[in-house]
């Protein structure tokens, strides 16, 4: 049997008006689910999340702290409170970052 890697970190919840998401936060990586169930009301966003989570990872890795993207994310929200501004509040959460 071949063991796995376990990753400490956080797990968050990010409601959004066609439904949820689950943000995973740790020291290591930064990545989104998509629960099937709402697959269909959020397929025409869920390219755009996928990629926003991708770049933000790839950043991370790269050297930028989390709170770093987290406020470029902030930014890129333009004060409209979308998802954007929910991943960035939930990265500056982790750890206590906010």
């Known amino acids: 049997m071949e063991d796995f890697n376990v990753i400490d970190g956080e797990r968050n919840l990010i409601r959004t008006k066609d439904g949820n998401l689950y943000l995973f936060i740790s020291d290591r990586d930064i990545f989104i689910t998509i629960p099937t169930e709402n697959d269909p009301k ?3 966003t869920r390219t755009f999340i996928e990629a926003i989570c991708r770049i933000s990872n790839k950043a991370f890795k790269l050297g930028l702290t989390l709170k770093d993207v987290a406020l470029q994310l902030e930014e890129a929200d333009m004060g409209k409170n979308t998802v954007l501004k929910k991943i960035s509040l939930a990265l ?5 970052l906010r």
């Open 42 to 44: 959020l397929s025409s």
């Open 92 to 96: 500056l959460d982790y750890k206590g």
